[in-house]
Nanobody, 127 residues
Framework: QLQLVESGGGLVQPGGSLRLSCAASGFTLDYYAIAWFRQAPGKDREAVSCISGSGRESKYVDSVKGRFTISRDNAKNTVYLQMNSLTPDDTAVYYC????????????????????WGQGTGVTVSS
């Protein structure tokens, strides 16, 4: 069964950090662009970050630039999202998604047709 599984969410105080993981099973992530999306209560899903299959390229939305870092370890078949300086506005369910892509990622990455999606992991930033 091909699936993505997110983990690492939880409750954290403002200013704190969390690292989310996105692990693949049933397929290898080597040639997949991986993106993180999030959906806050009552809001539409929004793109957060994306990393190319090689790991050499990464993209971020403006609201998380300088605070979030996406990375991947293809040997572990896992992609990470390190989130620092968290604020209550970062509270959401975070999803990872995968797309087979051998070319570079570009500015339209939020609109790529991702084939695989995880079930999400919840992040709550609150004092």
């Amino acid at each position: 069964q091909l699936q993505l599984v997110e983990s690492g969410g939880g409750l954290v105080q403002p200013g704190g950090s969390l690292r989310l993981s996105c692990a693949a099973s049933g397929f290898t992530l080597d040639y997949y662009a991986i993106a993180w999306f999030r959906q806050a209560p009552g809001k539409d899903r929004e793109a957060v970050s994306c990393i190319s299959g090689s790991g050499r390229e990464s993209k971020y939305v403006d609201s998380v630039k300088g605070r979030f870092t996406i990375s991947r370890d293809n040997a572990k078949n896992t992609v990470y999202l390190q989130m620092n300086s968290l604020t209550p506005d970062d509270t959401a369910v975070y999803y990872c998604a995968a797309l087979w892509r051998t070319s570079r990622i570009d500015s339209s990455w939020p609109k790529y047709e991702y084939k695989y999606w995880g079930q999400g992991t919840g992040v709550t930033v609150s004092s």
